[in-house]
């Protein structure tokens, strides 16, 4: 029996446990390749995957009218979680992309804007991306796209 491209790629030569094995560690192998590719173009502008993704969420934001969101609200909406998101944060303060307000009711509450200079990266930033989801995922077409996310947000529904 001929190995499959995963099996080829790891050297595995021993079948799978059973498919929902060789579809999970199928997907882990993808979203590895996919997330060093992507980290690799961020670095061309000093970010990563996740610093875009928290610019991209207040940028959103900012366009909803919210000049500001509550750090525990960006935690919620990253696509992949962060652990530290503070952390996180410092680093896009210190590069001069977000701001930090303490709330004026609730010390405790920490909102964070986007900045002038950060969005003006994001500027140059969006072609690229999108230049890349379409170099990335464009060999499949439009039909095979909306079944890969359908299937994948029925994965998460059971999560």
């Given amino acids: 029996m001929a190995l ?4 080829q790629e790891i050297k595995q ?10 579809a999970y560690l199928n997907l882990a192998r993808t979203f590895g390749l996919l997330s060093c590719s992507m980290e690799r173009l ?4 000093g ?3 996740a610093g875009y993704n928290v610019l991209r969420i207040l940028r959103g934001a900012k366009k909803d009218g ?7 609200e960006v935690a ?3 696509v992949s979680p962060v652990p530290d998101v503070t952390r996180l944060i410092d680093r896009l303060i210190r590069d001069g992309l977000v701001t930090r307000h303490r709330g004026d009711e609730d010390r405790r509450v920490v909102h964070v ?3 002038v200079k950060a969005q003006a990266l994001l500027r140059k930033v969006d072609k ?12 499949l077409s439009k039909a095979e796209l909306k079944e890969l996310i359908r299937l994948l947000e029925k994965t998460r529904r059971t999560m």
Wanted: net charge negative; charged share 20%; glycine share 4%.
């Fill in 4 to 7: 499959s491209l995963l099996q």
């Fill in 128 to 139: 690229p991306v999108l230049t890349h989801h379409d170099d990335t995922l464009g060999r």
């Fill in 76 to 78: 919620q909406r990253l």
């Fill in 113 to 115: 804007a986007i900045t």
């Fill in 66 to 72: 919210d000049d500001m969101l509550p750090t525990l």
């Fill in 42 to 45: 961020f670095k061309g502008y």
């Fill in 47 to 49: 970010l990563s995957s």
């Fill in 13 to 22: 030569t021993r079948p799978f446990a059973n498919p929902a094995a060789e």
